[in-house]
């Protein structure tokens, strides 16, 4: 089975700056790989995805992710995050194992940003 | 806009009542996934289905917990009997994943959630 590891369970920022959301993922074969995020008292909303082609992918709301194979990562970033980003964040894989079926989500990262 | 809907959005119940929680999920997908979100355990995968069969259920106390698909349109999850220790949020997500599904596919939806309070 995958598992999902996201280091930072809290990431506090100031508005404006850079922010980058770590992701590991326990696997080296093929899978595909998203990003959601929860905004309070919703349900979880795609940002991006990576299913094949380019390592970089971009999402909604100025959010890109970088697939890296070796290091089995797919870290989140933003050049200049708002306020309106506060949120948690969460990594998932799909397994081939499974055909794809089964989703393994992390723990989730809160961004909170601070003006 | 296709979107993943949940009902109830909001309950509220005693020990030991019967709970029933509804998805339905976007027209065409065949995938549906049932989750838990708790501030203890995260995101839980209790079940899901594939073209309305039950692929895996594992996640989910079977002596309480129960899944099913009666239709296409239609998923539920239900809780009987309910104990405090049930309370957090049910998500259901759906989604056109599997080998033979178009890469833009491969992607599972979620809904708003059902929030849970059994006391």
């Known amino acids: 089975a995958q598992s999902v590891t996201q280091l930072d369970s809290q990431v506090p920022v100031f508005e404006e700056a850079p922010v980058e959301l770590r992701c590991n993922y326990s696997?080296?074969?093929?899978?595909?790989l998203f990003w959601y995020v929860q905004y309070p008292n919703q349900g979880l909303q795609l940002l991006l995805k990576y299913l094949s082609g380019s390592t970089l992918v971009k999402g909604i709301n100025g959010f890109e992710a970088e697939f890296n194979k070796s290091q089995t990562s797919f870290h989140l970033r933003k050049p200049s995050v708002h306020i309106s980003d506060t949120a948690e964040y969460f990594c998932a894989v799909s397994d081939p194992a499974y055909n794809f079926n089964k989703f393994y989500f992390g723990s989730g990262t809160k961004l909170n940003v601070k003006p | 806009d296709a979107r993943v809907t949940q009902t109830p959005r909001h309950k509220v119940t005693e020990m030991g009542q019967e709970v029933t929680m509804r998805c339905q999920p976007i027209?065409?997908?065949?995938?549906v996934f049932w989750y838990r979100q708790t501030m203890m355990q995260g995101l839980e995968l209790l079940a899901y289905f594939r073209n309305r069969a039950p692929l895996d259920d594992s996640g989910m106390p079977k002596d309480r917990f129960s899944a099913e698909m009666p239709d296409a349109t239609l998923a539920t999850l239900k809780i009987q009997p309910s104990e405090p220790r049930d309370s957090a949020v049910y998500f259901c997500?759906?989604?056109?994943?599997?080998?033979?599904?178009?890469?833009?596919?491969?992607?599972?939806?979620f809904g708003e959630g059902s929030w849970l309070t059994v006391v």
């Open positions: 696997s080296s074969v093929s899978v595909y």
């Open positions: 997500a759906s989604g056109l994943v599997g080998q033979g599904a178009h890469d833009s596919g491969n992607t599972i939806y």
């Open positions: 027209l065409g997908h065949n995938t």
